[in-house]
Structure formats: structure tokens, C-alpha cells
Nanobody, 125 residues
Framework: QVQLVESGGGLVQAGDSLRLSCAAS????????MGWFRQAPGKERELVAA????????YYANSVKGRFTISRDNAKNTVYLQMNSLKPEDTAAYFC??????????????????WGQGTQVTVSS
């Protein structure tokens, strides 16, 4: 199975940028479609962005479309989430997740088998 470790979170001001990284170990990252989820206090965990195994297909939640970019480097076993123009409502714990189901992007939380521990992103106004 694959192990996932997120990094890159922090405290930033509205309008700033952050890049999150998700490093995979145990199995080749190219075996998995990947997703970035986030969970704010008192709210359900929601999908922010997803990417297919090859990186050829991506999906974004409407709330982040045009501001966030998901990418992957299978040779480095790493998935990224570039977050620009951050807003206070982006404040949440961010989790990367992996699934071996299918070849395209996966958008349902239940489809993901493996999860990282999360990294906190806090955006001040």
C-alpha cells in the first residue's frame, strides 16, 4: 500500500499563495489517481481538486477553479496543489488521498483508499 505525507501548509494573508506537496512512498505514485481534500472545523471533508494517474485529466471544485492548480510528478512520487489568491474561506486542514480505482479522475470521497495526515492552511483577512 502507499503512504502519503503532506507538507507546505502555513499561515498566510488573503491574496497570498501556497504550494502544498504530497509525497508518496511504498508504491509508485503512478498507480494511483490522486485528490486533494480539505476540512474546515465543523464542516465535512470536501474534494478540492483531483488528477488522473497520468496527469492528463483534472477536476476542480467550483470554489477553487481558476485559483488552484493540481499537478503531479510521478518520477518524484509527488503531487502538488498550487494555491493562489487565497481567501479566508480557504482555511482548513488539507489532505491528499490516493485511489487505485479507475483510470480517470475520481471525485467521490468513498473512492479514495489511502489518506495522509493533513497539513493546516490558515488564511487571515
Amino acid at each position: 500500500q502507499v503512504q502519503l505525507v503532506e507538507s507546505g501548509g502555513g499561515l498566510v494573508q488573503a491574496g497570498d499563495s501556497l504550494r502544498l506537496s504530497c509525497a508518496a512512498s511504498g508504491r509508485p505514485l503512478g498507480s494511483y489517481a490522486m485528490g486533494w481534500f480539505r476540512q474546515a472545523p465543523g464542516k465535512e471533508r470536501e474534494l478540492v481538486a483531483a488528477i488522473s494517474r497520468s496527469g492528463g485529466s483534472t477536476y476542480y471544485a467550483n470554489s477553487v477553479k481558476g485559483r488552484f492548480t493540481i499537478s503531479r510528478d510521478n518520477a518524484k512520487n509527488t503531487v502538488y496543489l498550487q494555491m493562489n489568491s487565497l481567501k479566508p474561506e480557504d482555511t482548513a486542514a488539507y489532505f491528499c488521498a490516493a485511489t487505485s480505482q479507475g483510470l480517470g479522475v475520481r471525485i467521490a470521497r468513498y473512492e479514495y483508499d489511502y489518506w495522509g495526515q493533513g497539513t493546516q492552511v490558515t488564511v487571515s483577512s
